[in-house]
């Protein structure tokens, strides 16, 4: 026995097989499951919820009774660290702390009987996690001196354990004058994990109250926390409480870190939903917290964070990001620990990597994390983060005070606690000295959280596009301010987008969802509909036409191409002329199979509103003659084309496409795979690293059959069934588009498997490109550094493509999703089957689009962004408000951006009359942003419309460098000022 330590491993008793009480430690279960633990000396059992029951008499040792003075000069704690989901102690009956998966230590100061030989009876209950097996990971009696000066010497084995530390770090035995700590309390809390979003409110009015009560008791403590969404509620619901924490803010003790709206995920949203995060975090931070910068992101936890995020953060005032999950890597440590962090733009943030969140006050942990900070960095001077967290909690008065014990004893670094703006401006001064980090963050882990639970990221991308349409919509119609991004902000949460929280968050997310869906879509057909119908400035002549008006409209500036859509039947015409009065010109229409008909609309250049005329009937039996369809399809034997690109079906599928010059692009055909994915210890964030080496079967039930054959359209159909699961994949080629549209539908029944489409390349690739949040990130095709090889999954938004001598071959998604990449394929995981936290998780009837792009000679060349665009953004087409009315001349809005230029929002201001126009250049060239005469161009602004941002002339003003993301403040020509 230490002087000092009072080890209790060995004496916890619990039930054995036949029923008898005997040593946790030898229960048999532990050394054939578990012997790595036991080795360890691990009290551990099974898996899956399953109760065990602790107990053990513990009685005072003599020694130490002998120690205690009167009046006493020691005090002995329970100290107990455990892996469960839920934990009780009990002392001689009496419930005494109570624990889950998160608040998983416990520091009791044993009663005053105890030291008198009055034995106590301990009850410890512990209940394994779902997912992994249980642990008690120590528990032992440590005796701390009431006393700071230690006169009994019970702290002279940890002062001397810290001396060894700094030893054998090759540092002196005390601590530098330099060195020293940052203390600031902090709780990181998951707004929905393990919990449902209720549970986050009431364990965040715990969290701060308890923080409240405790500046009373420790008045140096400080105590930051992020959030706005958070604050938003308390001040909505909790107005007493907030009120309490917003004075404390003001003394400067309680300090908001908030960045974003929430502590959102970083990779699988749209650089839209990336800038508005940051956006609306920092709109409402400075409402609520008007006497701070909000110069920092706070992003402890969230799975990796795209390349493009540094210019999207520093474009809303942020200089700082903080995180601490690439300390999770798997594979290759990331080098840094404090660095500036540059996108492909230029644009820089300096970026620290915290210390751990969840942490006490052990010196001995804290020692370790200081030298290696002060190894990593040069500086000597660290920050600590004491506090429960993932389920809130914040600071304990046992941490306090036994971060208060060790601040007297002169083996350990000095203490002084502040905020973490204090801490960071004491950084500034080396930035000029710090590393450069040119690439994203990427985790070496949660591989599969881009393709979990895909009915989230199909709620994602569709809101997303509906709140950017209504914003275009609310501009073009002057309505007033735009739409409300906060409920989808909320849901890119990064433990409910991910797909990795119980069932219940995404019960209660399913009617935000589509209620946000609605609300969106009604507020984009109002205002368009109000925008689009008669009167100044749309009253112009209009030829004459019996039939009924619809609109066309197309909410993208993207480049005038033929687009074949599938309307209701009847015959469709449309004018030839964007200005003045035309014809009405007879469109090509073809019965579709789905019902209705496709017809083939005529090219429509930027953001154009199309009048057409619809005369119902029954569809048009006759095929339109070839000379009236752009690129028409034809069909011969198992094989079809448009002039764009062809295809060719067999036994196995699609075996071949080429592009307009004939080339092939497969290698073989399209391969569709199904593999074991017994998921690693994270089930719904992690692939299997060897789930390719377990591959199974998967029948397809004959050959594709065509089910359509018409110069509009020629579409095949394949059935196929796997164990409890059937597939549909159906297969589109229209008139005038580039690429092959693939539709695969299953009824999903399977758990622990991962679905897979291969695409084998005819021509190796170099290397490859993908759209992420936030831009373009190009990597190698062929990896050669550990860091490279460990990407072997990463996020896509919306599409990959091969970059080779030869050409390249793009897929399109309707993502975002999990995708890969080699010099002879590209891959992309359609579904998982992960059982927790969510046992059905990916299961159930799911439909995925794809399509393959020909993209010659490059990328940008083959404008791969912009078709991506086209395919996953339909036009929105809507009959006129009136069937006597007939429709107007087209109008376009915006004439077509420059290639490589992408349109990010177009949303209106607080003036009225006045809109922000954000763009962001995709390409590796420089590009000039051309509006037309339609719109008068007031100023440069920056990300939150704050400027004019200076530029050296007019041209300048409307440039774009390579990767670069520009504001413009504007307003509809002729309007007043």
């Keep these: 026995m230490s002087p000092s330590l009072l080890d209790l491993q060995a004496a916890w008793l619990c039930p054995q097989p ?18 790595d633990w036991v080795a360890r000396g691990l009290v551990v059992w099974p898996r899956g919820g399953q109760w065990r029951r602790l107990s053990q008499r513990l009685v005072c040792p003599d020694a130490w009774r002998a120690l205690q003075a009167d009046p006493p000069g020691l005090r002995a704690r329970l100290v107990l660290r455990w892996w469960a ?42 209940r394994s996690p779902l997912h992994d097996d249980g642990a008690l990971l120590h528990s032992r009696i440590e005796l701390e001196p009431l006393d700071p000066s230690d006169p009994l010497g019970v702290l002279a084995e940890t002062r001397a354990a810290l001396v060894n530390l700094r030893r054998e770090a090759g540092r002196p035995d005390l601590p530098e004058p330099e060195a020293g700590w940052h203390l600031l309390g902090h709780a990181h809390l998951d707004l929905a994990w393990l919990w449902p979003v209720a549970d986050t409110w009431q364990a965040a009015e715990r969290t701060f109250a308890s923080v409240l009560a405790l500046f009373e008791r420790f008045p140096r403590l400080h105590f930051a926390h992020s959030t706005p969404a958070l604050y938003g509620w308390l001040e909505r619901h909790r107005p007493a409480l907030m009120a309490a924490i917003q004075a404390a803010v003001r003394a400067g003790r309680f300090e908001p870190i908030n960045g974003p709206w929430v502590e959102n995920d970083c990779v699988l949203i749209s650089t839209a939903s990336l800038l508005r995060q940051f956006q609306e975090g920092q709109w409402d931070s400075r409402r609520r917290f008007p006497q701070l910068a909000h110069e920092l992101a706070w992003l402890p936890d969230s ?13 809303t005032g942020v200089r700082w990001f903080c995180t601490h999950k690439l300390f999770w890597n798997a594979t290759n440590p990331f080098p840094h620990r404090l660095f500036r962090w540059r996108s492909r733009c230029g644009t820089e943030v300096l970026a620290l990597m915290t210390a751990p969140i969840g942490t006490d006050g052990d010196p001995l942990a804290m020692e370790r994390y200081r030298l290696e900070w ?18 809130g909690g914040g600071p304990t008065a046992e941490m306090l005070e036994q971060l208060q014990l060790w601040e007297h004893q002169p083996e350990a670094a000095p203490q002084a606690h502040g905020t973490l703006r204090a801490y960071l401006a004491g950084l500034e001064p080396h930035a000029p000295a710090l590393p450069v980090w040119r690439d994203e963050l990427y985790l070496e882990l949660h591989r599969g959280c881009a393709t979990t639970r895909p009915d989230q990221k199909r709620h994602n991308r569709t809101l997303e596009r509906l709140l950017r349409e209504a914003e275009i919509a609310a501009v073009l119609a002057g309505s007033g301010p735009g739409a409300d991004w906060r409920p989808l902000l909320f849901q890119q949460f990064h433990d ?20 946000a869906r609605r609300q969106a879509r009604r507020r984009r057909d109002r205002d368009l509909a109000a925008c689009l119908g008669g009167g100044a ?27 074949t ?3 209701p039947a009847g015959q469709w015409q449309a004018q030839g002329q964007e200005q003045g009065p035309a014809q009405w010109q007879a469109l090509p229409t073809q019965g579709a199979m789905a019902g209705g008909c496709w017809v083939q609309l005529p090219p429509a250049a930027g953001m154009v509103a199309q009048p057409l005329q619809h005369h119902p009937g029954p569809p048009d039996a006759t095929a339109p003659a070839p000379s009236s369809v752009h690129q028409p399809v034809w069909v011969a034997g198992l094989r079809a084309g448009n002039g764009m690109l062809s295809v060719e079906l067999g036994p196995r599928g699609v075996e071949q496409l080429w592009d307009r010059q004939g080339l092939p692009l497969l290698a073989a055909p399209l391969l569709w795979q199904r593999f074991a994915d017994r998921g690693e210890f994270w089930d719904a964030w992690d692939l299997a690293a060897d789930h390719a080496d377990h591959p199974l079967p998967w029948s397809w039930q004959g050959l594709p059959a065509w089910r359509e054959r018409g110069p509009l359209c020629a579409s095949f159909v394949w059935r196929g069934r796997f164990g409890a699961s059937r597939v549909r994949l159906e297969g589109r080629l229209l008139a005038g588009t580039p690429w092959l549209e693939l539709v695969f539908s299953v009824d999903w029944r399977q758990r622990h498997e991962l679905l897979r489409l291969e695409v084998p390349l005819a021509s190796r690739a170099v290397r490859w490109a993908a759209d992420t949040a936030g831009g373009v990130l190009e990597r190698p095709a062929e990896p050669l550094t550990a860091r490279e090889k460990a990407r072997w999954e990463v996020p896509a938004i919306s599409w990959l493509c091969s970059v080779g001598p030869r050409g390249g071959l793009a897929l399109l998604l309707d993502g975002p999703q999990g995708v890969s990449a080699a010099a002879g394929s590209l891959g992309v ?28 000679p490059n990328w940008p060349q083959a404008a791969v962004p912009e078709h991506a665009q086209g395919f996953r953004e339909p036009l929105w087409l809507r009959p006129a408000g009136s069937a006597a009315e007939p429709a107007a001349t087209p109008r376009r809005f915006l004439p077509p951006l420059a290639p490589g230029l992408q349109l990010i929002g177009l949303r209106p201001t607080a003036v009225p009359g006045e809109a922000v126009l954000a763009v962001a250049n995709q390409s590796p060239r420089r590009c000039h942003l051309e509006l037309g005469e339609a719109w008068e161009v007031l100023a440069r602004v920056n990300g939150l419309d704050e400027g004019p941002v200076a530029q050296s002339g007019e041209a300048e003003r409307m440039l774009l460098r390579p990767w670069q993301l520009g504001f413009w403040r504007l307003r509809p020509s002729g309007a007043p000022a």
Aim: net charge positive; charged share 20%; proline share 11%.
């Design 18 to 35: 036949g029923g008898d009480l005997g040593s946790a430690l030898d229960h048999p279960w532990g050394p054939l499951h578990r012997p």
């Design 85 to 126: 989901d839920q934990a009780e102690l009990r002392v001689d009956g009496t419930a005494i702390h109570a624990g889950d998966l998160f608040d998983t230590a416990c520091r009791w100061v044993l009663p005053e009987q105890w030291w008198r030989g009055e034995p106590l009876q301990l009850e410890l209950r512990l």
């Design 303 to 315: 799975f990796g964070f795209a390349a493009g995020l540094p210019a999207v953060a520093g474009a």
């Design 374 to 391: 002060q190894r990593s960095t040069g500086l000597a001077r660290a920050l600590w983060l004491p506090g429960v967290g993932d389920h």
């Design 496 to 515: 409910i987008l991910p797909g990795t929280a119980i069932p219940e968050v995404f019960e209660q997310a399913e009617p935000q969802w589509r209620a």
């Design 537 to 563: 400035p749309w009253d112009r002549p209009r030829p004459v036409s019996t039939g009924r008006p619809w609109w066309a409209l197309q909410l993208v500036p993207l480049a005038g191409r033929h687009r």
């Design 565 to 567: 859509v599938r309307l």
């Design 829 to 856: 995981s359609l579904l998982r089957g992960p059982t927790w936290p969510d046992p059905g998780a990916d299961n159930g009837r799911r439909r995925q689009r794809l399509a393959l792009l020909p993209a010659s």
